[in-house]
T-cell receptor
Framework: NAGVMQNPRHLVRRRGQEARLRCSPM?????VYWYRQLPEEGLKFMVY????????ESGMPKERFSAEFPKEGPSILRIQQVVRGDSAAYFC?????????????FGNGTRLTVT | AQSVTQLGSHVSVSEGALVLLRCNYS??????LFWYVQYPNQGLQLLLK??????LVKGINGFEAEFKKSETSFHLTKPSAHMSDAAEYFC???????????FGQGTRLTINP
């Protein structure tokens, strides 16, 4: 039973390029969350999605960042025109139920480096 | 808004000694509280969770945490540290609906032989 799968594990982009991060939730999970971890900091919520719907994007930067979770395929976090400040670890998590006590299952993250 | 404060960004203990990682939270509603562990270059793994049942929560790898409402605390303990416990530990509170977690800054635990 595969866990949450994220790819790539490491991604290097030059300033101005686009970054696409992929996340396949655990089997049977229909809720996906994206978190960002800046160096020496805790994780910060970015966005919560269900299939074909963005439920809560209150943690997403207003520009350049977007996320989707299509009916088929993985969830995608897209960062356009990356800047050095986007360098961070991006974690995806999934859960089966929309309840407060349903724990999140995290992937191993994508470490984005912007040069 | 809910928040979490972890006291001590780095904690160092000797192998076999007591581990105590501190977490205080603020919440206007009964909270759901979690401890996660992160090993280098890996994702977060759930250690334990508090969901308004027993105030003493037992987790994996011999860890436990006690919810103290009067102190707004949820400290993580382990009676005897093992070298494999070296990692970063995050306390988190559920911020309203679903699993929009608010994380603390993390505490890096080092185990000395």
């Amino acid at each position: 039973n595969a866990g949450v799968m994220q790819n790539p594990r490491h991604l290097v982009r030059r300033r101005g390029q686009e970054a696409r991060l992929r996340c396949s939730p655990m089997k049977g999970h229909s809720h996906v969350y994206w978190y960002r971890q800046l160096p020496e900091e805790g994780l910060k919520f970015m966005v919560y999605l269900q299939k074909e719907n963005i439920i809560d994007e209150s943690g997403m930067p207003k520009e350049r960042f977007s996320a989707e979770f299509p009916k088929e395929g993985p969830s995608i976090l897209r960062i356009q025109q990356v800047v050095r400040g986007d360098s961070a670890a991006y974690f995806c998590a999934s859960s089966p139920l929309d309840r407060n006590n349903s724990p999140l299952h995290f992937g191993n993250g994508t470490r984005l480096t912007v040069t | 808004a809910q928040s979490v404060t972890q006291l001590g960004s780095h904690v160092s203990v000797s192998e076999g000694a007591l581990v105590l990682l501190r977490c205080n939270y603020s919440s206007s509603v009964p909270p759901y509280l979690f401890w996660y562990v992160q090993y280098p270059n890996q994702g977060l793994q759930l250690l334990l969770k508090y969901t308004s049942a027993a105030t003493l929560v037992k987790g994996i790898n011999g860890f436990e945490a006690e919810f103290k409402k009067s102190e707004t605390s949820f400290h993580l303990t382990k009676p005897s540290a093992h070298m494999s416990d070296a990692a970063e530990y995050f306390c988190a509170v559920s911020d309203g609906g679903a699993q929009k977690l608010v994380f603390g800054q993390g505490t890096r635990l080092t185990i000395n032989p």
